[in-house]
Every structure is written in C-alpha cells, then in structure tokens.
C-alpha cells in the first residue's frame, strides 16, 4: 500500500498549487480521501475530504473557499487545488485514505513566503 503526494514547493503569498496523491496496493476508489496538514508545533489538521465516488466534498473552515478537493478514480489519484495561499498556510501536507483502516502517506512541505 502506498500514498505519494507530490507537488509541494514554495510559492509567494496569494499564489497557488495543486497536490497530488498517487495512490496504489488498495481499492481507492473504495476510499475516502482526505488531506491534512501539519504546521510546526502545531496538532494534525484536517482540511478537506471526498467521499469515494467524489460526489460530497467537505473543508475545514480554515480553507473553504480557498482549497479544492478532487479525485480521479481511474489514475487512483486525489488531489488538493490550493488558491489565495497564505503563509499561515505553511506545513507539511498529508493525504489520507479511511475506510476500515486507514493509510496515510509522507507528506510534502508547502511554504508560502515572499
């Protein structure tokens, strides 16, 4: 089983990015998928979560308006379309999968600074 997130980088202030959440060795399109981020000194938080089909979507209120949960169930990838970042949006962001259990992947830093 693995989950690799990609496309985390540094972007300025008001900018975008769009991560990635490559998924394999499971039934994705069975999964719930949800990403979460992680700031230094800082608890886990959850951000976003798609049912399995795609066809309900849930933010955090930290991130709604600004963030975009999707999936692509036949590439076996979620991703996260992140607009209007801000440097307290700086962490290191996970992606999840729940059904009965749960994976979770590495991570990939996102720093937002000019």
């Known amino acids: 089983v693995q989950l690799v997130e990609s496309g985390g980088g540094l972007v300025q202030p008001g900018g975008s990015l769009k991560l990635s959440c490559a998924a394999s060795?499971?039934?994705?399109?069975?999964?719930?998928m949800r990403w979460h981020r992680q700031a230094p000194g800082r608890e886990r938080e959850l951000l976003a979560a798609?049912?399995?089909?795609?066809?309900?979507?849930n933010y955090a209120d930290s991130v709604k308006g600004r963030f975009t949960i999707s999936r692509d169930n036949a590439k076996n990838t979620a991703y996260l379309q992140m607009s209007s970042l801000k440097p307290e949006d700086t962490a290191v962001y996970y992606c999840n999968a729940v059904r009965l259990r749960q994976y979770w992947g590495q991570g990939t830093q996102v720093t937002v600074s000019s």
């Open positions: 060795g499971f039934t994705f399109s069975s999964y719930t």
């Open positions: 798609i049912s399995s089909d795609g066809g309900i979507t």
